[in-house]
């Protein structure tokens, strides 16, 4: 995993999540996610058009991230791996009710964010090899970290964890083929970036799912397949 602070849009592949510290972007990179596949946008406002124009003339392409960051939405396609039927739900107010009804229909929601007054949701209805059989989401004032580990134990894991406006929104998933004896997630909570506990969970075969910033903590998420 490669971190850069740079400009938003300058990255060579593997585009895995962008996070604004210091005026700054932290654009954090895998060489395993997706590289060489992907198209990356970054613009004031939220980029349905975009979107909508690249589903039209690369169907394969599916979003993979959705990021509000130093005043811009950053909006990442990749080329999946799944045969996935995809829809995004932007609102100004919290969409609760076209959430639930997407749920209903069987999708799921892969990555969420909030920006100049709009909420933003990526939601994929997945093929049956890779089924999110169940997903939980809140949002909350305090750090949520009993519910993670509440969660955890009924074999969930964090999908979605962001510091969005003065809250942090939580979004966690239970898979039908992942269990505690293949799959692993660990949490950092730090007042600085944990660049060497980072390395070492590297060298330990974890990869980053997510990096945030909130209330003076970063946040880092990694996850290993066993």
């Not at 969005?164 to 039908?176: A, C, E, Q, T």
């Not at 970036?193 to 946040?219: C, K, M």
Request: net charge positive.
């Amino acid at each position: 995993m490669k971190l850069n602070w740079s400009a938003a849009g300058s990255y060579g592949g593997g585009y895995n999540g962008i996070v604004s510290y210091n005026n700054k972007n932290l654009i954090y990179l895998s060489a395993i996610n997706h590289k060489g596949n992907q198209v990356l946008q970054s613009n004031r406002q939220f980029p349905g058009k975009f979107i909508d124009d690249s589903w039209k003339s690369h169907k394969a392409h599916m979003i993979t991230k959705i990021d509000f960051q130093a005043n811009e939405w950053h909006v990442c396609l990749s080329n999946p791996k799944h045969g996935w039927s995809q829809r995004y739900i932007t609102d100004p107010a919290f969409p609760l009710s076209r959430i639930e009804r997407a749920w209903d229909e069987g999708y799921r929601i892969i990555d969420a964010d909030r920006g100049n007054g709009l909420w933003a949701f990526a939601m994929n209805r997945p093929d049956e090899s890779y089924t999110i059989v169940d997903q939980y989401m809140q949002v909350f004032y305090a750090f949520p970290e009993q519910k993670i580990k509440e969660l955890w134990q009924m074999n969930f894991v964090v999908s979605t964890l962001k510091f969005v406006g003065d809250k942090w929104l939580l979004v966690m998933s239970r898979y039908k083929n992942r269990t505690e004896k293949n799959f692993e997630q660990r949490i950092m909570v730090e007042n600085s970036l944990p660049l060497d506990s980072i390395a070492a969970y590297e060298r330990n075969d974890f990869i980053i799912h997510s990096i945030t910033y909130g209330r003076g903590q970063w946040v880092v998420i990694l996850n290993r397949e066993l």
